[in-house]
């Protein structure tokens, strides 16, 4: 790209900025970077630039890196939720794919700032990560490349397994903890009384605390409960635990808001292109553009297309309610804008899609439910609008994972590891279950247990390092 | 706000951990060898260099749902309703056996790009040939002159006339006018040599199968994909290594190696006409004093009782001429708690063979025997090889 285009850009970066805060947008400020496609896939495949070493991630970059080898997909943006948030355009771009994706980022920028999911983020978190990477490279120079890696394996095996409220946690204990010594400052007449036991209770009362947390039971968080309560790992895996643990707090909002997230980009990378001086011929390029991101593929839900039409929906239903909306809700019209910056900024797609997604919408959209009958036929098996939203809800629940927790960290009173799946009507993969339990045992160092429900019957998965069992 | 066009070409994290990818998946294939092996995709090559192989034990492993058992939610064109099909699931292959079977095929596995020379490195790392006998050496050392380098400079009787017309026409295109012709000394190539000095060593395979009734395409392929390997293998160690093909039912001839693949099947069996005509070669053009000799036979071990005599003993004779000799009897697919009567042929040589230190015998129930099998055909002597 010589400098002249760059310069163009730049300008239009100032213009774009303009028209968003124009339409109410509130983003962060954000730099655009430039880059070739082998950067632009690395970051794509590590979702932030710089973190630690892992296959997994190289498994990812050469598969995203082939398809784009071979002209099978492209990215053409990657945004990173920090304040400045950062942008990334591919080299090869063209200007009006630029201006789209510097106009889709301000999108995603702004949701990152506003949604609620996000108000804990870490918004430094490309330091953060860089940080980890640094000591993870540490304890492979100290402790083997094929340890620490082995130990990642298991720690990424139960790496969504995390609790998205862990914040609460961390903030209830430390207000439960204040609370506590100002009742203890509180003095009475004869509160020097209790002074004279004082230095034996502080001797004993924070210390059990911090040294044998109460084991609050059951526990969501596996990836903390792991690291607070493994009776085997050492302390840099207890760090590594951690580390990994505060990379997936900073990665959850995404995964709770993906549909919203692309549908208010989207929404918005359109109407920002719109007020934007284009041509005939940038008009049709960017008509082209737009369709590709939203268009519905068939058989298969595009999170954009989704998202996109019911952000549209709701500010249609809210500008111009029905007289039943009217009489019956106090809508009282006009308030479409309002209404959907109110939802971006406190739903996430669960709650999302229950509440806004109608019947009307799921018909337009042609949504259906199913499975597959007889081992063989994947055939529609449901279309009736609020079976269809249900399944969506409950497929979405928990980010598409199963629900873990631990019941017991000192099962068979022998510190075995007892963890229960809560059940709500899809099978796990057992074939996956089964490794990943023995990931599980990794981390535990005992043996670890853990109950679900295959063919409608309880059944608990044994793995005691040796051999799986299973009654 | 800002755009920004830094010089990211230090910038080499994805590739470095694509790296450590390749390293599991090399270590998954050597844990996976016993079924790679004997890979269709391999043993059909047909002298691709490199070839897709299904590895197992790739998948980062997770706690999810059960896809074939979860309902999802699709979006359609307008037009779907309740009963539309809208895909069918593809299994692969029927032969998928048992319900705990079921569960290993389909998606969950990993396709990994595999380098057949490389797979053969791994897979020879293990092997050595038993029995290597110097056959004659200072006879058969020889001096080779070996056309390895291509100079400026040489005897015009060396001239490389194809490379010096590629340059000739290069050197016109580099002067806008891209054409044969005008030769001027700067595009004359000549090739060079080296005198290499070698010590000559010949190993012979006698490649033996039965081709009666009883021998199924199974069968067959399994003796194909174990004689793949030993071909592959002798010639690492050997610098010339000959194949002789030999396919028998009643009566032993000499066939292609085609023919020795394809060969339709019929009739009885008797042994022993295999290993007569093995040594009727041997004699007329393999003396054991200069090549190592390395017999081969497949079959189902059904031969006919009134010749098992007769097999035992020139089985006991083509012993005694060679470096070793093998004997691979193959039951049927999957079969492998199936335990053979004493009839069979294996169980005879077993009892039977005078010489049974160069003799090995090993039965192939199943595709992955065909590793083990190579392992106890060539592995280290004396050492114990781990299963």
Same mark, same amino acid.
């Given at each position: 790209m010589?400098?002249k285009?760059?310069?163009?850009l730049?300008?239009?970066?100032?213009?774009?900025?303009?028209?968003?805060?124009?339409f109410?947008?509130d983003?962060?400020?954000?730099n655009?970077?430039?880059v070739p496609?082998?950067?632009?896939y690395?970051?794509?495949?590590?979702?932030?630039?710089?973190?630690y070493?892992?296959?997994?991630?190289?498994?990812?970059?050469?598969?995203?890196?082939?398809?784009?080898?071979f002209?099978?997909?492209?990215?053409?943006?990657?945004?990173?939720?920090?304040?400045p948030a950062?942008g990334?355009?591919?080299?090869?771009?063209?200007?009006?794919?630029n201006?789209?994706?510097?106009a889709?980022v301000?999108?995603h920028?702004?949701f990152?700032?506003?949604n609620?999911?996000?108000?804990?983020?870490?918004?430094?978190?490309?330091?953060?990560?860089?940080?980890?990477?640094q000591? +993870?490279?540490?304890y492979?120079?100290k402790?083997?490349?094929k340890?620490?890696?082995?130990?990642l394996?298991a720690?990424?095996? +139960?790496e969504?397994?995390?609790d998205?409220?862990?914040?609460i946690k961390?903030?209830?204990?430390?207000?439960?903890?204040?609370r506590?010594?100002?009742?203890q400052?509180?003095?009475?007449?004869?509160?020097?009384?209790w002074?004279?036991?004082?230095?034996?209770?502080?001797?004993?009362s924070?210390?059990?605390?911090?040294?044998?947390?109460?084991?609050?039971?059951?526990?969501?968080?596996l990836?903390?409960?792991m690291?607070?309560?493994?009776?085997s790992?050492t302390?840099?895996?207890?760090?590594? +635990?951690?580390?990994?643990?505060?990379?997936?707090?900073?990665f959850?909002?995404q995964?709770?808001t993906?549909?919203m997230n692309?549908?208010w980009?989207?929404i918005?990378?359109?109407?920002i292109?719109r007020?934007l001086?284009?041509?005939?011929?940038?008009h049709?390029?960017?008509?082209?553009?737009h369709?590709?991101?939203?268009?519905?593929?068939?058989g298969?839900?595009?999170p954009?297309?989704?998202?996109?039409? +019911?952000?549209?929906?709701?500010?249609?239903?809210?500008?111009?309610?029905?007289q039943e909306?009217?009489?019956?809700?106090?809508r009282?019209?006009?308030?479409?804008?309002?209404k959907?910056f109110?939802v971006?900024e406190?739903d996430?797609?669960?709650s999302f899609?229950?509440?806004?997604?109608?019947?009307?919408?799921?018909?337009?959209?042609?949504l259906?439910?199913?499975e597959l009958?007889?081992?063989?036929?994947?055939?529609?098996?449901e279309?009736?609008?609020?079976?269809?939203?249900?399944?969506l809800?409950?497929?979405?629940?928990?980010?598409?994972?199963?629900?873990?927790?631990v019941?017991?960290?000192d099962?068979?009173?022998?510190r075995?590891?007892?963890?229960?799946?809560r059940?709500?009507?899809?099978?796990?993969?057992?074939?996956?279950?089964r490794?990943?339990?023995e990931?599980?045992?990794?981390l535990?160092?005992?043996?670890?247990?853990?109950?679900?429900?295959?063919?409608?019957?309880s059944?608990v998965?044994?793995?005691?390092?040796?051999?799986?069992?299973?009654? | 706000m800002?755009?920004q066009?830094?010089?990211?070409s230090?910038q080499?994290?994805g590739?470095?951990?694509q790296?450590?990818?390749k390293?599991?998946?090399k270590e998954?294939?050597r844990?996976?060898?016993?079924?790679?092996?004997?890979n269709?995709?391999?043993?059909?090559?047909d002298?691709?260099?490199?070839?897709k192989?299904p590895?197992?034990?790739l998948d /980062?492993y997770?706690?999810? !749902?059960?896809?074939?058992?979860?309902?999802?939610?699709?979006?359609?064109?307008?037009?779907?309703?309740?009963?539309?099909?809208?895909?069918?699931?593809?299994?692969?292959?029927?032969?998928?056996?048992?319900?705990?079977?079921?569960?290993?095929?389909?998606?969950?596995y990993?396709?990994a790009?595999?380098n057949?020379?490389?797979l053969?490195?791994?897979?020879?790392?293990d092997?050595q040939?038993?029995?290597?006998?110097?056959?004659?050496?200072?006879?058969?050392?020889?001096r080779?002159?070996?056309?390895?380098e291509?100079?400026?400079t040489g005897v015009i009787?060396?001239?490389d006339?194809?490379r010096?017309i590629?340059e000739?026409?290069?050197?016109?295109?580099?002067?806008?006018?891209?054409?044969?012709g005008?030769?001027?000394?700067?595009?004359?190539?000549f090739?060079?040599?080296?005198?290499?000095?070698?010590?000559e060593s010949n190993?012979?395979?006698?490649?033996?199968?039965?081709v009666s009734?009883s021998m199924?395409e199974?069968k067959?392929?399994?003796?194909?994909? !174990?004689?793949?390997?030993?071909?592959?293998?002798?010639?690492?160690?050997?610098?010339?290594?000959?194949?002789?093909f030999i396919?028998?039912?009643?009566?032993a001839? /000499?066939?292609t190696?085609?023919?020795?693949f394809t060969?339709?099947?019929?009739g009885?069996?008797?042994?022993?006409?295999?290993?007569?005509?093995a040594l009727?070669?041997i004699?007329?053009?393999?003396r054991?004093?200069?090549?190592?000799i390395y017999?081969?036979?497949?079959?189902?071990?059904?031969?006919?009782?009134?010749?098992?005599?007769?097999a035992?003993r020139?089985?006991d004779?083509?012993i005694a001429?060679c470096?070793?000799f093998?004997y691979? /009897?193959?039951? /049927?697919?999957g079969?492998?708690?199936?335990?053979?009567?004493s009839g069979?042929?294996?169980?005879i040589?077993?009892d039977?063979?005078q010489?049974?230190?160069?003799?090995?015998g090993?039965r192939?129930?199943?595709k992955?025997?065909?590793?083990?099998?190579?392992?106890q !055909?060539f592995?280290r002597?004396?050492?114990?090889t781990?299963a």
């Amino acid at each position: 790209m010589e400098d002249k285009e760059i310069k163009e850009l730049e300008q239009a970066v100032e213009q774009i900025w303009d028209v968003a805060r124009r339409f109410g947008l509130d983003p962060y400020p954000t730099n655009f970077e430039i880059v070739p496609a082998t950067v632009m896939y690395e970051v794509g495949s590590y979702a932030l630039p710089g973190r630690y070493s892992h296959w997994t991630f190289g498994k990812t970059y050469h598969r995203m890196k082939t398809m784009y080898d071979f002209g099978l997909s492209k990215i053409y943006e990657v945004v990173i939720n920090t304040n400045p948030a950062y942008g990334f355009l591919l080299e090869t771009n063209s200007p009006i794919q630029n201006k789209m994706v510097i106009a889709h980022v301000l999108g995603h920028v702004d949701f990152f700032k506003n949604n609620s999911y996000f108000s804990k983020t870490n918004r430094r978190m490309v330091e953060s990560v860089s940080t980890h990477a640094q000591r +993870i490279m540490e304890y492979e120079f100290k402790h083997g490349r094929k340890t620490v890696e082995r130990f990642l394996d298991a720690v990424l095996a +139960i790496e969504e397994h995390i609790d998205p409220y862990f914040f609460i946690k961390r903030e209830v204990s430390v207000a439960e903890e204040k609370r506590r010594a100002e009742h203890q400052a509180k003095d009475g007449p004869y509160d020097d009384l209790w002074l004279l036991d004082r230095a034996a209770r502080e001797a004993k009362s924070p210390k059990s605390d911090d040294e044998k947390p109460r084991e609050r039971l059951p526990e969501k968080d596996l990836l903390y409960y792991m690291m607070k309560n493994s009776p085997s790992l050492t302390g840099w895996q207890r760090d590594v +635990i951690a580390m990994v643990h505060e990379e997936m707090e900073y990665f959850v909002p995404q995964m709770q808001t993906k549909i919203m997230n692309e549908g208010w980009a989207s929404i918005w990378h359109a109407r920002i292109m719109r007020e934007l001086d284009l041509n005939d011929n940038e008009h049709i390029e960017f008509a082209n553009l737009h369709s590709g991101v939203v268009s519905p593929q068939k058989g298969q839900l595009n999170p954009y297309y989704l998202g996109y039409k +019911i952000y549209e929906d709701i500010e249609r239903r809210w500008n111009e309610p029905t007289q039943e909306e009217r009489e019956k809700f106090g809508r009282a019209g006009d308030e479409g804008r309002e209404k959907i910056f109110e939802v971006r900024e406190l739903d996430n797609d669960v709650s999302f899609l229950r509440n806004y997604l109608t019947e009307e919408l799921c018909e337009e959209l042609d949504l259906f439910v199913f499975e597959l009958v007889e081992e063989e036929e994947w055939t529609i098996t449901e279309k009736r609008w609020e079976k269809v939203r249900d399944q969506l809800v409950s497929n979405m629940t928990n980010f598409g994972f199963p629900y873990l927790q631990v019941e017991d960290g000192d099962y068979n009173g022998n510190r075995e590891l007892y963890m229960k799946h809560r059940f709500e009507g899809t099978e796990l993969d057992m074939r996956y279950a089964r490794k990943a339990l023995e990931h599980v045992h990794t981390l535990w160092g005992r043996p670890v247990h853990l109950e679900t429900v295959i063919d409608e019957e309880s059944t608990v998965l044994h793995f005691n390092g040796d051999e799986h069992g299973e009654d | 706000m800002s755009i920004q066009r830094n010089d990211w070409s230090l910038q080499r994290k994805g590739i470095i951990d694509q790296e450590r990818h390749k390293d599991r998946v090399k270590e998954a294939i050597r844990k996976n060898l016993g079924s790679i092996v004997s890979n269709e995709a391999i043993i059909l090559s047909d002298g691709k260099r490199t070839v897709k192989v299904p590895i197992k034990a790739l998948d /980062e492993y997770k706690f999810r !749902f059960n896809y074939e058992k979860s309902k999802h939610v699709g979006q359609g064109d307008g037009k779907t309703r309740v009963g539309d099909v809208i895909a069918r699931e593809s299994r692969p292959g029927s032969g998928q056996g048992s319900g705990q079977a079921g569960q290993d095929v389909g998606a969950d596995y990993y396709e990994a790009e595999v380098n057949i020379d490389e797979l053969a490195a791994l897979i020879f790392e293990d092997l050595q040939l038993p029995y290597l006998e110097e056959k004659a050496k200072k006879a058969v050392q020889s001096r080779k002159t070996q056309f390895n380098e291509i100079r400026r400079t040489g005897v015009i009787a060396n001239l490389d006339k194809r490379r010096m017309i590629l340059e000739n026409i290069r050197r016109n295109a580099r002067e806008g006018n891209p054409r044969f012709g005008d030769i001027k000394k700067e595009d004359l190539r000549f090739k060079t040599w080296e005198e290499v000095m070698r010590y000559e060593s010949n190993a012979v395979v006698i490649a033996m199968i039965d081709v009666s009734g009883s021998m199924g395409e199974f069968k067959k392929y399994i003796a194909r994909s !174990f004689y793949f390997w030993m071909v592959r293998f002798l010639r690492t160690k050997y610098d010339n290594v000959e194949i002789v093909f030999i396919s028998h039912h009643t009566e032993a001839k /000499e066939v292609t190696e085609e023919q020795f693949f394809t060969q339709g099947e019929s009739g009885g069996t008797v042994v022993s006409s295999a290993y007569q005509l093995a040594l009727d070669i041997i004699k007329q053009r393999y003396r054991p004093s200069d090549w190592n000799i390395y017999p081969f036979h497949f079959s189902d071990g059904d031969n006919y009782y009134s010749d098992n005599e007769e097999a035992v003993r020139l089985a006991d004779e083509l012993i005694a001429t060679c470096n070793l000799f093998g004997y691979g /009897e193959i039951g /049927e697919e999957g079969s492998s708690s199936y335990r053979r009567s004493s009839g069979a042929l294996l169980s005879i040589f077993s009892d039977r063979l005078q010489h049974k230190d160069r003799f090995v015998g090993v039965r192939i129930d199943d595709k992955e025997d065909v590793y083990p099998a190579l392992k106890q !055909f060539f592995g280290r002597r004396g050492v114990e090889t781990p299963a």
